[in-house]
């Protein structure tokens, strides 16, 4: 970025990068200038900036361990979005027999912009949390705890990666159950589970 000026002229150059929503699509550039006198231009349109690249749905690039027979099990999955990582906002996951999320089941999701995760009752009816990976606190339903401390998160590129430490618990105490992943970018394009 720079500034020059030159006569009755002032020129702002702004090398800025479009991030999360504003990614895709087009949007209008407006400036309002203000001298000295507190006399102002109002807000006008100087013109508009779209991208050039069509949006790219997220993926889920990664995910392990493939098994685990522990109680407790940092689970790691890697969500990426050709638009960078800051278009990816959420990553829900869903820790259950099938991908019928129903009541009782460990199912929550981590929050980008927010870096949160949180986590549904066993009703389905409310939000546990948030924690923040990397730091001290638990979020827990009847089926599964999160350690956040335990946890973390890191961003780069196209990728963010979640490592979540979850605890089964109650009636998912034995038995095997498999853990789902659904990556959702800020154009409302997800993965699936």
């Known amino acids: 970025s720079s500034v020059t000026s030159s006569g009755t002229d002032l020129v702002l150059t702004l090398n800025m990068a479009r991030q999360g929503g504003y990614t895709n699509g087009t949007l209008n ?16 349109q100087t013109g508009t900036w779209g991208t050039a690249s069509a949006p790219v749905a997220p993926t889920v690039a990664a995910s392990s361990p493939s098994t685990s027979t522990s109680l407790t099990q940092t689970i790691s999955v890697t969500g990426r979005d050709g638009n960078g990582f800051a278009d990816i906002q959420r990553i829900y996951f869903l820790l259950n027999a ?9 199912h929550g999701f981590y929050d ?49 990666v979640l490592n979540l430490n979850v605890t089964r618990q109650g009636a998912y105490s034995n038995g095997t159950l498999n853990f789902y992943v659904w990556v959702v970018d800020f154009a409302a394009t997800g993965t699936g589970w």
């Open 29 to 44: 550039v407006y400036i309002y200038a203000v001298d000295q006198q507190a006399n102002g231009s109002g807000w006008t």
């Open 112 to 160: 980008r912009p927010s870096n949160s995760v949180f986590l549904y009752n066993d009703a389905l009816t409310a939000l546990v949390g948030p924690i923040t990976p990397g730091t001290a606190g638990t979020v827990q339903n009847g089926r599964c705890a999160i350690d956040g401390a335990a946890s973390s998160v890191t961003t780069s590129g196209t990728d963010v």
């Open 98 to 106: 099938n991908t019928s999320i129903t009541a009782g089941s460990c």
